[in-house]
């Protein structure tokens, strides 16, 4: 069935069609959330790690959220694909630090609102808010204002060209400032583990 590009159809129209085997309906979930899932896999700063790694995870949950994905559950089909999105990552960061594996298990989430964990007490909370801000603290403190304000974006899932946009500078320059502001934050984190 072709999707109309005059009408929009719903999250939950879409994952109807996905389960009858319609697959530019799963095709066009997977692209509308494609963004979500890519920022937040930038939310973790992997030390010497890839970003790639934990969209690819992010996207596996998005698809089974798809999957698994019950009307009557009461929530939106855009809550509970966050929720799944937001366990995967969560749980391939958990899995690599299990494993010994050093880029993965020093990360940072820099997330705040939608993507925090429901599952966190009060102190737990406060204690990460705070984690958060001492972070962001040293980041300013070793990050020139550029490459500070570039980091800051492409933490939150701003694409090069989107950042470019932003700040009205070249492609060469963001790029540059991006590998600048991973290797000092790789400083920073490596010395706190």
């Not at 995967?88 to 299990?98: C, Q, S």
């Not at 705070?130 to 492409?154: A, H, K, P, Q």
């Amino acid at each position: 069935m072709e999707i109309s590009k005059n009408k929009k159809r719903s999250d939950e129209e879409l994952v109807e069609l996905s389960r009858k085997g319609d697959k530019q309906a799963t095709d066009e979930l997977m692209l509308r959330y494609f963004g979500a899932v890519r920022g937040r896999a930038r939310g973790f700063f992997l030390v010497g790690g890839e970003t790639e790694d934990l969209i690819q995870e992010g996207m596996m949950g998005l698809y089974r959220a798809i999957g698994d994905y019950q009307k009557s559950g009461g929530a939106s089909f855009k809550s509970f694909a966050y929720l799944c999105i937001n366990r995967r990552i969560i749980d391939a960061v958990k899995t690599y630090e299990r494993k010994k594996n050093d880029p993965l298990k020093n990360y940072v989430s820099l997330f705040s609102g939608e993507w925090e964990d429901p599952n966190l007490s009060p102190e737990e909370e406060v204690v990460s808010r705070e984690t958060r801000r001492e972070f962001m603290r040293e980041m300013s403190g070793v990050l020139s204002d550029f490459e500070f304000r570039v980091m800051v974006m492409y933490m939150n899932g701003m694409s090069c060209a989107e950042i470019c946009e932003s700040t009205k500078k070249d492609m060469k320059s963001v790029d540059n400032a991006i590998q600048r502001g991973k290797k000092k934050l790789r400083g920073i984190l490596t010395k706190k583990h």
